[in-house]
């Protein structure tokens, strides 16, 4: 049994052992036009109440030394940070942009980035570095992955890809996907989509969606406010929970968990707690216990 946080949703499940969170693209955004301080950008994870809580711990990988720096900086007692970037395991060129939140292992494309106000200028490449890529499969400090949140600009198909094995049982995942490419070679996000089902996950719900306004109309003045042009969102996907047979008492407990603290998905998360007591692994006054929970969070 993990260490006991006070929480009650965590005191009616009492799983094994804490939430593990996987962040790979870590970079809390700190640099380039715009970027938020640091307490803002903290702010902004979807686990951060689980962390905030003592749920879970965090396993994060940045490949970029200026972000990774000011990730070790701040973290705290569950929370470590590697240099990895995540791939297919073979070398790659990192392409590091004037907005370091746009660098990527592919390169961008100029006529992609001049359909947009500021993006031929934010994409903009400094430099270019060769770095090694990790399969997620071979990192022998990630024993268990429950809820993986990935934003790799571009590279998320590849990480997936290798990380099949360690994914297995994991039981969330957000990432970010492209409704219109801004990298040569980019997966848009009918291919996220492909291979996330047939990992065994569902579309559950947005976590965060980014429109952009079209090259050259500038609205009120301001050159980033949107019209209507879809570009990039954040999309979570779960564990298939029609199909209940591929779920075990521990996956539905963290997967409550996830819902419940990170998105506030009470529907899905009393699904998994019902689930969870039909495996005898609660009480069968679970479904009652979870509604009291609710209404004194409501009463707050």
Known sequence: MADNPSDALYELLRPERLTAVVDIGANPRLTGPGAPDANLAHSSLPYKRLLDLGLCTVTGFEP?????AELLRRQGPRER????????????????????????????????????NEFPLLGQVDREIRVPTRRLDEIDEIQDIDFLKIDIQGAELE???SGQRKLAKAVAIQTEVSFITLYRGQPAIGEIDVCLRDMGFIPHCFADVKLWPIAPMIINGNPRQPAHQLLEADIVYVRDFSRPENLGAEQWKHLALIAHHCYGSVDLALRAILAVAKLGAIGPDAYSRYLAILRAQAGR
């Open 64 to 68: 970029q030394a200026e972000a990774l």
């Open 81 to 116: 940070y590697l240099p990895y970037a995540i791939g297919d395991g073979s070398e790659h060129t990192l392409h590091l942009c004037k907005a370091r939140d746009m660098s990527s292992l592919f390169p961008l494309d100029p006529e992609r980035l001049a359909l947009f």
């Open 159 to 161: 990480a997936f890809r």
